[in-house]
């Protein structure tokens, strides 16, 4: 199983831009799709991004396309999420997770990580 541990989680004012990255224990890092989800005070866990094992595919939800991008490093074994032009709805916790691309995409996830928080004020 892929231990991840997620970081950069911060206080920004709403507009700001914010680097997220997990990192992942080194066993089969280069070869499962990583993703971001984020859980919002209240709200269920919802998919963010999922990138593909070689980075050829990428996938984003609807809310945070053109804002957001994800990326990975597979000799650093480290997945990133860069997020441009924050919004205050987009406080929340944000989780990595690994897994098939289409397993990421419909919330599901064969390892989850504790989560970093990201808040923005408005």
């Known amino acids: 199983q892929v231990q991840l541990e997620e970081s950069g989680g911060r206080l920004v004012q709403a507009g700001g831009s914010l680097s997220l990255s997990c990192a992942a224990s080194?066993?089969?890092?280069?070869?499962?799709?990583k993703g971001w989800f984020r859980q919002a005070p209240g709200k269920g866990r919802a998919f963010v991004a999922a990138i593909n094992w070689d980075s050829s595919s990428t996938y984003y939800a609807d809310s945070v396309k053109g804002r957001f991008t994800i990326s990975r490093d597979n000799a650093k074994n480290t997945v990133y999420l860069q997020m441009n032009r924050l919004k205050p709805e987009d406080t929340a916790v944000y989780y990595c997770a690994s897994g098939p691309t289409g397993k990421l995409q419909i919330g599901l996830a064969d390892s989850w990580g504790q989560g970093t928080q990201v808040t923005v004020s408005s």
């Open positions: 080194p066993r089969t890092f280069s070869t499962i799709g």
